[in-house]
């Protein structure tokens, strides 16, 4: 993985970046020279401090925002004060409590199966992620950012589940979903938002792998979409990256949707792929000169 390049006149706003992974990547963006906003839930903003030579000394570029973006109107409220912005960073995310085990039989105060407190998950992880991607997508089109990035943080559970976390698992491999419906979405709009994902371990190359997902390049596409043909549209060299998805285990790093787009022959079945693309461009309603 190359290293992160950063222009200094980039904005980037990060959800849930008053710790962990959000936050350590706000600093890599910060001692890269952007601007960035952070939007984290009001209670946390005032124990997170900027860190390294360049934040301490720059402290106009770093600003907080107190939202909670499950609320549309609260996020809505943040993109409108910030105003332009290259880099959005849809990294907040919650997880099961410890010992919560969600198919229990536990009971009401009437002795009747009580409904698991389930939705608060699914809340932040994914419609908070979607509050972001719609408002990113929106914000990027007004303000005619050319070269704008979304990255979603996903996690290492969503392609190997782990069994105490199934309600978080399943909230994470539906933004697996988002980003491989988006793939081919975004690029066709005047936005041309690169759909990125990375692991969420919370390592160092972790970090530095979410941030390098908003710059990267690629020598060719994940995959062609529904009317687009591979000879002319696969192999584009330079573009930016778009629905692809980084794990990061220990101290490597690897592109997962590559090999698994190249497999689908395999693993999906040539003919239920045959069918799978006559189905795409059946529904293929972008304008003809992106594919023919």
Sequence with gaps: ????????????????????????????????????????????????QPEGSQTTGSPNRLHYHACDVRVWTDLRAVFESVGRVDYVFANAGITES????????NLDDAGKLAEPEWKSIFEVNVFGVLNAVKLAVSSMRKQKVAAGSIVITTSATAHAAEQSLPIYVTSKTALLALIRALRSKLPSTTVKTMMGASDNDGGDVDITALVYSATATQERRVAVYGKEREARHMWEAGQRWNGRVLRTPGETCTELEEPLADLRPFWFGAENLWLARMQQAATDTRPALQWL
Excluded: P, R, W, Y
């Design 98 to 105: 410890d010992g919560v085990d969600f198919f229990a039989d």
């Design 1 to 48: 993985m190359a290293n992160v390049q950063i222009d200094e006149s980039k904005v980037a706003l990060v959800t849930g970046g008053s710790s962990g992974i959000g936050h350590a990547a706000a600093q890599i963006l910060l001692d890269n020279g952007a601007t960035v906003h952070v939007a984290c839930i009001e209670g946390t903003i005032t124990s997170v």
